[in-house]
């Protein structure tokens, strides 16, 4: 089974540095691939994790992710319909649903 994480930038230069700090932190030996091209910015690890960086946008609804790492500057709006319900498991925050605690 294949461990997914999503990395979402709020334009494609944003997705791909924050894409390229994240794999910096990786040890090379546990890279089995790493893909940057026009279309794909994908990193697959050796224990079965694929890290992938996508624009927030209204073209990458369908992403589905295990654990998402999203750009702060990203409209609500976006958060709200696209990144938020790509997760597999939802993990919402108190703030997110409603509770004042």
């Known amino acids: 089974m294949i461990f997914k994480i ?6 494609k230069e944003r997705a791909l540095m924050a894409f390229n ?3 910096d932190k ?3 030996n546990k890279i089995q691939y790493i ?3 026009k279309y ?6 050796t224990n079965g994790m ?3 960086a996508v624009v927030a946008s209204e073209s990458c609804k369908g992403q589905k992710f295990d654990r998402i790492i999203y750009d702060d500057d990203i409209d609500d709006k976006i958060l709200d319909c696209i990144i938020y319900p790509s997760l597999v498991t939802p993990v919402w925050s108190f703030r997110r649903i409603g509770l004042d605690l």
Do not use: H, S, V, W
């Open 35 to 37: 893909k940057r091209n």
């Open 21 to 23: 700090q994240y794999i």
């Open 26 to 28: 990786i040890e090379p």
């Open 50 to 52: 694929l890290i992938k």
């Open 6 to 11: 999503g990395i979402y930038g709020k334009t």
């Open 40 to 45: 794909d910015m994908e990193c697959a690890l």
